[in-house]
């Protein structure tokens, strides 16, 4: 049997409210519910796999999901984008640009999305 052809993972992550913000208090468990059910109506069980993961230290851009082995990854993502992402990204093979973090704010520190201190 032949490996997966794409890997997506969905920060499930939650922190204390107090600390830094966190992909768990922004739905995200939902999210990954939702494109667990989305790649299986797709008919892509079997050769995409969505899991949940723990934090992917984006979290400013959360909730956050990157989907390998591309390396895309996506910010700020909400249930209603769930399809066009399934629909575009993993049956197309095109990703969804307006979804994706900017690489200049992947690792950033100086990021806009960053708090400020
Ligand atoms: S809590 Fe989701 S990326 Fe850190």
């Known amino acids: 049997m032949p490996g997966f052809e ?3 993972f969905i920060c499930t ?13 922004k739905n995200s468990r939902a999210l990954k519910d939702a494109f667990k059910d989305a790649v299986k109506a797709a008919g892509l069980k079997g050769r995409v796999r ?6 992917l230290d984006q979290c400013e851009h959360g909730p956050t999901v990157v989907v390998y082995p591309e390396g895309v990854w996506y ?3 909400q249930l209603s ?3 066009q992402i399934v629909d575009e ?3 197309g093979g ?7 973090i900017a690489d200049s704010c992947l690792n950033n520190s100086q990021c806009p999305h960053q708090p400020k201190r």
């Open 94 to 100: 095109k990703p969804v640009e307006r979804l994706r």
């Open 50 to 55: 969505a899991q949940e993961s723990g934090c």
């Open 6 to 8: 794409r890997h997506m």
């Open 81 to 83: 984008d769930v399809q």
């Open 13 to 25: 992550n939650q922190r204390d409210i107090d600390a830094r913000t966190s992909c768990g208090h």
């Open 89 to 91: 990204h993993l049956v």
């Open 75 to 77: 910010g700020f993502v």
